[in-house]
């Protein structure tokens, strides 16, 4: 939660320098903006350090997370196919999705992913949050798209939520343990569909 609140200082840094680069220093005496400028002042060391604080939660996401955080959208990947492919596959079964990434990953040579407890601990550390890394992936993957990445990583956190494995009452994914991005979205136009994607964006 202290990265999100540093990102957002992050971003709020960046659309003041964009500011400035399309209006030079003309803005900062408009009166319309007074309050706006004091309140940049005010914050400027605050946003200094989030600008700092967010460099040391990126190094340690590459040192220590990227990995298992991989993995576990690896998870979310095969449960969201299972999803859309109707099988509804378990997690713990005998040929369930954690064996299923356990078989990945020897095969891939992936360090970390090869002992079902660590699997485990891995899928229940970084669940609430695969929806993103999945949406994230999927913008990458897919960059000639104009598709916004909240919008999709709450259809997937919402695919996660309110579907079971067969013979549980469970969903894959507790909303509970989600992280919901809640926002009202920009993006508009028709529906289109990607032949490569089961599913339409508004």
């Known amino acids: 939660m202290q990265a999100i609140k540093n990102v ?15 209006h030079g220093t003309c803005w900062t005496s408009d009166p319309n ?7 940049v002042a ?35 990947e095969l449960i969201w196919l299972s999803i859309q492919d109707k099988n509804f596959e378990g997690v713990q079964t005998d ?4 064996q299923q990434v ?25 669940r609430g949050v695969v929806h993103l890394g999945r949406a994230i ?15 999709l990583a709450e259809l997937f956190r919402k695919g996660l939520s ?3 494995p067969k013979g549980t009452s469970q969903p894959y994914v507790s909303p509970d343990d989600q992280i919901s991005f809640v926002y009202l979205s920009k993006l508009s136009g028709p529906r289109f569909r ?8 508004d």
């Open 42 to 76: 005010k914050s400027s060391a605050q946003r200094h350090e989030a600008s700092f604080e967010f460099l040391q939660t990126t190094r340690r996401y590459e040192d220590k997370n990227n990995d298992k955080l991989n993995i576990a959208e690896h998870f979310g």
């Open 162 to 164: 309110e579907n079971y």
């Open 8 to 22: 957002k200082h992050d971003v709020v840094a960046w659309q003041i320098d964009m500011l400035s680069g399309e």
């Open 95 to 98: 040929r369930g999705i954690l």
């Open 194 to 201: 990607d032949p490569g994607l089961p599913f339409y964006v």
């Open 33 to 39: 903006n007074a309050e706006f400028v004091q309140w």
């Open 102 to 126: 356990r078989d990945d990953a020897k095969e891939s040579g992936v360090r970390g992913a090869r002992d079902r407890d660590t699997l485990r601990e891995i899928w229940g550390t970084y």
């Open 137 to 151: 992936d999927l913008c990458e993957n897919y960059s000639g798209q104009k598709w916004d990445v909240l919008d």
